[in-house]
Nanobody
Framework: QVRLVESGGGLVQPGGSLRLSCSAA????????VAWHRQAPGKQRELVARITSGGSANYADSVKGRFTISRDNAKNTVYLQMNSLKPEDTAVYYCNAASAAWFRAYWGQGTQVAVDS
């Protein structure tokens, strides 16, 4: 069982920044592809950014140039640095981790991000 814990959400003004963290309490994330997804009220969950175990990253077009995903294997944590935040970035952000060694993917409980003046 892999338990993912997200943190770092909150309320921020437009143009501000937040850094989300995703950590695993009892399993190593270094072997996993880790992704951040988000779900806004009334909308489907969407992929925001993904990073492979080798460090390759990709992003949704809506966040390219503003968000950066990174991983610190020594801390067993994946980060999502979010800059130049917009009201449309308001959503619950979820961490997802998948590895062939686990035979399945796991989700965190989500962290709320609100962008509002």
């Amino acid at each position: 069982q892999v338990r993912l814990v997200e943190s770092g959400g909150g309320l921020v003004q437009p143009g501000g920044s937040l850094r989300l963290s995703c950590s695993a309490a009892t399993s190593t994330l270094s072997i996993a592809t880790v992704a951040w997804h988000r779900q806004a009220p009334g909308k489907q969950r969407e992929l925001v950014a993904r990073i492979t175990s080798g460090g390759s990253a990709n992003y949704a077009d809506s966040v390219k140039g503003r968000f950066t995903i990174s991983r610190d294997n020594a801390k067993n944590t994946v980060y999502l640095q979010m800059n130049s935040l917009k009201p449309e970035d308001t959503a619950v952000y979820y961490c997802n981790a998948a590895s062939a060694a686990w035979f399945r993917a796991y989700w965190g409980q989500g962290t709320q991000v609100a962008v509002d003046s």
